[in-house]
């Protein structure tokens, strides 16, 4: 897995800055959390492709938003064949729609529009998921949860020891399917396979307040991407606003277990300051945290 910031700034575009913008890829697939405005250029820019499979709206706000119908444009003129997924909360797809209309109207390529809630994932595939969880931001707002399926080892000392020579079995085996080996033993995939060893987790949490439900939804993440709008000077505001700061972001990934910590969405006031925030956070929170900037990328390892 790699992520890639591609707009930290909260609010407002900086000069140097966009606004919120997150790149996945995984598994040969490309997706976007939130897509603010000037997403097209910086995905252009930056370790990431805007030719995405699927799109994540957290909520509509401008600068979560903006971005997206010149996305949809741009896409169209580099001749886009295949389909565009578009995810929005509940509730907002035919805002989502209009949106998409009232800028330069439906490209030649299919753009779906889906609504998703808390919940059900809105993508499963074989490798990975992905779900929203509700926070208190506005009354249709998400953070999004991209979780790799839990894993399972073939253990082949445990086929061998059971009489099974390597071969087609092995991938049936690890597939679900029940064998035999040849003296007509039958072996079913638990006698093979390991416990199932949780995937990697990557939590977007995007415009909140620190929430029981956000530490819920980021427990156990390998990444923590959250929203630190401001130092703790600014605290007043951060409530005032639905926003956190940084020490917030800090405590809901040292309460949920979060192995590292990506603050973004900060607000150009801090806007070369970034260590502040920084050093707020590490008073609380003791493992890898960085106030992330646009055109910043990790790899998300297994552990």
């Given amino acids: 897995m790699q992520v890639t910031a591609v707009g930290t700034s909260g609010g407002l575009p900086t000069a140097q800055y966009g606004t919120s913008c997150v790149h996945i890829r995984l598994f040969g697939d490309e997706i976007l959390l939130d897509c603010g405005e000037g997403s097209l250029q910086r995905l252009m820019r930056y370790d990431a492709s805007p030719n995405v499979d699927a799109v994540f709206i957290s909520h509509f706000y401008a600068d979560h938003t903006l971005g997206l119908p010149g996305l949809i444009q741009g896409l169209e003129m580099n001749d886009r064949s295949r389909p565009l997924d578009v995810y929005v909360p509940e509730g907002r797809t035919q805002r989502a729609s209009g949106m998409i209309e009232g800028a330069y109207g439906w490209p030649d390529y299919t753009v779906n529009v889906y609504g998703y809630d808390a919940g059900e994932p809105a993508i499963r595939t074989e490798e990975y998921t992905v779900r929203g969880f509700a926070t208190p931001y506005t009354e249709h707002s998400h953070g999004l ?16 020891a059971l009489g099974l020579d390597p071969g087609p079995k092995y991938g049936k085996l690890q597939n679900g399917q029940t064998v035999q080996s040849a003296d007509g ?7 093979v396979l390991s416990d199932p060893k949780p995937g990697r987790k990557i939590v977007y949490t995007s415009d909140t307040k620190p929430t029981p439900g956000v530490v819920e939804a980021a427990a156990g993440a390998t990444l923590l991407v959250y929203n630190a709008m401001f130092t703790d000077e600014q605290a007043e505001r951060a409530r005032a606003t639905g926003h956190s700061t940084a020490t917030d972001a800090a405590r809901v990934a040292s309460d949920a277990g979060a192995q590292r910590l990506w603050l973004t969405h900060i607000s150009p006031r801090h806007e070369g300051d970034e260590a502040a925030l920084t050093a707020d956070a590490r008073e609380v929170y003791d493992r890898e945290v960085v106030a992330v900037r646009d055109g910043e990328t990790t790899t998300v390892t297994r552990q």
Avoid: K, L, N, Q
């Avoid at 949860?145 to 061998?160: G, I, K, L, P, Q």
């Avoid at 033993?185 to 006698?191: L, Y």
């Fill in 145 to 160: 949860v991209v979780e790799e399926t839990d894993r399972r080892e073939f253990r082949a000392h445990e086929a061998r």
């Fill in 185 to 191: 033993t039958v072996i079913e995939p638990e006698d």
